[in-house]
């Protein structure tokens, strides 16, 4: 079976900037799943084209594989986006619910990229 690595960016207010998710790739922290990471946005992390700021992760999985992805705040409003290994943006989500401002994502791993 193919494995793939995505890069999932966590945002707190998030425009589109692939660009700006791969030049600062190199930053990306490597997971191994299933994980639960506590984490805090600060000036030290990645910054979009609207300086907000924002984490990347990175993790493995096999093509068909299907991964759900959260994100929790009580600080802010939570913005993900999946990127695929090419760095295109492939699920996003703002609100998981018109009563929360959470986020997730659940997205097939596809052997595109």
Do not use: K
């Not at 589109?16 to 984490?39: D, E, H, K, R």
């Amino acid at each position: 079976m193919q494995r793939l690595r995505n890069i999932i960016i966590l945002v707190g207010i998030f425009s589109a900037a692939n660009a700006s998710a791969q030049q600062c790739g190199s930053n990306a922290v490597t997971l191994s799943c299933p994980a639960s990471v506590g984490a805090a946005l600060t000036t030290d992390d990645c910054a979009s084209a609207d300086s907000s700021e924002y984490d990347l992760w990175q993790f493995s999985g096999t093509v068909g594989q299907t991964v759900t992805i959260e994100m929790h705040s009580t600080a802010f409003d939570t913005f993900l986006a999946l990127l695929d290994p090419s760095g295109i943006p492939v699920a996003e989500n703002d609100d998981v619910s018109s009563s929360s401002i959470d986020s997730r994502i659940t997205s097939r791993m596809t052997s595109t990229a």
